[in-house]
C-alpha cells in the first residue's frame, strides 16, 4: 500500500515546492500591489435642480426624463437654478412637488463625455443630502425624520439619441434622516451632520451612461403629507461606487490562471487515488470537494458581462464565495479532527462524516444564514434596485446584528480551530516520546514527516487566520457607505490578491502533498507486527487506514514492518 507523497517526497524535492509556492505567494502580493490599482473607485456628484412647469405628484411617471446635461452641455426638459432659495422660487410660489434633482453620470472632463466601461462591473450609488439649519423650519426632534423619494433611473448607449434614455427602475422609497448640530453650531445656515444613505446597487454596468431622476413631493393629497420635519434642504450629493476597471483586469487574469492549474491538479489527484486498491477515505473526498469548490470561485465568469447583461452577477459571486467559505471551513474541521483522534474507539469512526455532524451544522447554519440575508438584500434588488435592508430600524438592526456575530462566529471558529491544531500537537508530542526507542533509520523518517507536518498545520493556521481577516475587512467594506461613514479602512489590492493566492496555492499544495506516492512498500510477515507496535501506533498519526484491513495497519506500518525485517 502507499502512502501519500507527504510522507515519502525526499527532503529536496519538498524544499523546491516549498521554495516554489513561497516565491508564487510573494508573486501574488507584489501583483496587488505594484500592479493592480485600488478595487474600488468612489465619486461624489453634486446633483441639479430642475424646475418643472407644473407639479408631479408621486406614481405619475411618464417617458419625460430630466436631463441636465445634452448635447453641447444644454439642458433638456431641465429649467436649472442655483439655490432652492431663489427669489424667483419664492416669487412664482413654486411648489416643491416641481423641483426634481438629476443627476447624470459619468461627468464630463475637459469639454469631453467619459462613458463607464464594463470592466467597472457593479454601480453603487449612496445619497447624502445638505440639510441646513433653520430656525424656522428645524430638522424634526425625533429620533429619525423619514425622507420620501421618487426615483427613476435609467441609462443610454453611444448610439442612442441625447434625449432617449431607457427605464431601468422606479420607486417611491422612504430613508430615515439620522443628522447631528453640534451645539456650538446652533445657529442659522449651519449644515447638519448627516449620515449617508443608500440609493440603489447594479450588479452589472452594462451601459455607458446613467440618469437620475430625484423628487421629494410633499403631499399626494390633502390628508397625505410627506416629507415633514426634514428640515431645509439645500443641495443632494450622490457618491457612485464602481469597481476599478483596471483592478478587474489583474483579478480576472488570475482566475484565468489558477483556474486551469487546480483543474489539473484536481484531475491528477482523484486519477492518483483511483489507482488504488480501497476506496477513497473521508479526507481525500473532502480534499476533492475543496478542489471543486475553489474551480468554481476561480471560474472567470465575469468574461461573460463583457458581452451580456447579467445583473445578478453581485448575487452569484457572494453564492460563489459562501460555497467555498463552507467547504474549506469544513475541510478543516476535518482536517484537524482526522487527525486528533486516538484509540480503537476513535478509530471505528474514522472516515464518516457523521462523526462531524455537530461543527458542520454550525458551519452549515453559519453559510444558510449568509444566504439568506444575501437573498433579502440582493435577491430583493433584482427586481427593485432601490430596495435596501438598510432603510428600516428593524432591518438596519438585523443586518448589523448578522455583521456582528457573523464577525464574533468567525473569530469563535478560529479560536476552536487553533485548539483542534493544539490538539494534533499534543498528539504528535505523545506520539514522539515513542522516537528514542527506534532505530536511527526509522527515527530520521518519522521525524522527517512530524517537521512536514508541523509545517503544514501551521500553513493552515495561518490560511485561516487571513480568511476570518479577509471575511471580516470584506464586510465592514461593503456595509460602511450603509450603516457608518465614520469607519475609515485603509484597503489595499495586495491583500485581496494575496489571500486569492493564498487560497489557491494552499489547495494546490494539499492536492500533491495528500496525493498517493509511487512508492510501494511489500507488506511484511505478521509476526513482525508484535516488535513494531510503536511504530505502528506512532503511524495512525498521519496515514488513513483501509476499511479493508485492521485500523493500525497503514502506509507507515507497511514501511515499519519492513523495517524491522531489514
Not at 108 to 137: F, T
Not at 213 to 218: G, M
Amino acid at each position: 500500500m502507499a502512502g501519500t507523497i507527504l510522507e515519502n517526497l525526499s527532503g529536496k524535492k519538498l524544499a523546491v515546492l516549498v521554495s516554489f509556492i513561497l516565491i508564487c505567494q510573494v508573486i501574488c502580493f507584489l501583483i496587488g500591489g505594484c500592479i493592480a490599482p485600488s478595487p474600488s473607485n468612489a465619486d461624489m456628484v453634486l446633483s441639479t435642480k430642475c424646475v418643472l412647469d407644473k407639479p408631479i405628484n408621486p406614481g405619475e411617471y411618464d417617458d419625460v426624463w430630466h436631463i441636465p446635461r445634452g448635447k453641447n452641455g444644454v439642458p433638456i426638459n431641465c429649467n436649472k437654478i442655483e439655490e432652492l432659495d431663489d427669489p424667483k422660487i419664492i416669487r412664482n410660489h413654486v411648489s416643491p412637488n416641481q423641483i426634481v434633482f438629476a443627476v447624470q453620470v459619468p461627468l464630463a472632463k475637459e469639454s469631453v463625455q467619459l462613458d463607464y466601461s464594463r470592466w467597472m462591473q457593479n454601480l453603487i450609488a449612496v445619497l447624502h443630502p445638505d440639510i441646513v439649519h433653520k430656525k424656522y423650519n428645524p430638522l424634526s426632534r425625533a429620533k429619525h425624520a423619514t425622507m420620501t423619494m421618487v426615483v427613476k433611473l435609467g441609462y443610454r448607449n453611444k448610439w442612442d439619441p441625447e434625449d432617449k434614455w431607457t427605464l431601468i427602475a422606479n420607486s417611491t422609497e422612504q430613508r430615515k434622516l439620522d443628522c447631528k448640530l453640534d451645539k456650538d453650531k446652533e445657529q442659522e445656515d449651519y449644515l447638519h451632520n448627516c449620515e449617508v444613505l443608500p440609493l440603489f446597487e447594479l450588479g452589472s454596468l452594462h451601459h455607458d451612461y446613467y440618469l437620475i431622476n430625484l423628487q421629494l413631493p410633499v403631499s399626494v393629497d390633502d390628508s397625505d403629507i410627506l416629507n415633514h420635519g426634514i428640515g431645509v434642504l439645500k443641495d443632494i450629493w450622490i457618491v457612485l461606487i464602481t469597481q476599478n476597471g483596471g483592478f478587474t483586469k489583474v483579478w480576472l487574469s488570475l482566475k484565468t490562471f489558477f483556474f486551469p492549474i487546480i483543474i489539473a491538479t484536481m484531475i491528477w489527484y482523484w486519477h492518483r487515488i483511483n489507482l488504488l486498491t480501497r476506496p477513497p477515505v473521508l479526507l481525500e473526498k473532502m480534499l476533492l470537494g475543496l478542489g471543486i469548490a475553489l474551480s468554481f470561485l476561480n471560474l472567470p465568469l465575469e468574461f461573460l458581462t463583457l458581452f451580456i447583461e447579467m445583473p445578478f452577477m453581485l448575487l452569484l459571486a457572494d453564492i460563489r464565495q459562501g460555497i467555498f467559505y463552507a467547504a474549506l471551513l469544513s475541510f478543516w474541521l476535518v482536517f484537524c479532527g482526522e487527525h486528533q483522534m486516538e484509540g480503537r474507539k476513535d478509530d471505528v469512526e474514522r472516515n464518516r462524516l457523521r462523526s462531524y455532524w455537530r461543527h458542520l451544522s454550525a458551519v452549515a447554519f453559519g453559510c444558510l444564514c449568509l444566504f439568506l440575508f444575501d437573498m433579502c438584500e440582493r435577491g430583493v434588488q433584482l427586481k427593485n434596485p432601490f430596495y435596501s435592508i438598510w432603510v428600516t430600524e428593524l432591518g438596519t438592526n438585523l443586518a448589523l446584528g448578522f455583521i456582528i456575530l457573523a464577525g464574533i462566529s468567525a473569530c469563535l471558529y478560529f479560536v476552536f480551530l487553533c485548539y483542534m491544531v493544539y490538539k494534533v500537537f499534543r498528539n504528535i508530542g505523545f506520539k514522539r516520546s515513542t522516537l528514542p526507542s527506534m532505530s536511527s533509520t526509522r527515527r530520521m523518517y518519522y521525524e522527517g514527516i512530524i517537521y512536514r507536518f508541523k509545517f503544514l498545520m501551521m500553513s493552515t493556521l495561518l490560511c485561516a487566520a487571513l480568511t476570518v481577516i479577509s471575511y471580516i475587512i470584506g464586510q465592514v467594506s461593503e456595509g460602511r457607505w450603509k450603516w457608518d461613514q465614520d469607519i475609515r479602512l485603509e484597503f489595499t489590492s495586495a491583500f485581496f490578491t494575496g489571500v486569492y493566492g493564498m487560497w489557491n496555492l494552499y489547495v494546490f499544495a494539499l492536492l500533491v502533498l495528500y496525493a498517493p506516492s509511487h512508492k510501494f512498500y511489500p507488506p511484511g510477515p505478521t509476526n513482525a507486527l508484535s516488535s513494531t507496535q510503536e511504530e505502528i501506533e506512532f503511524s495512525r498519526l498521519t496515514s488513513e487506514p483501509s476499511p479493508s484491513e485492521p485500523t493500525e495497519i497503514s502506509a507507515l506500518t507497511e514501511f515499519a514492518k519492513k523495517s524491522a525485517l531489514d
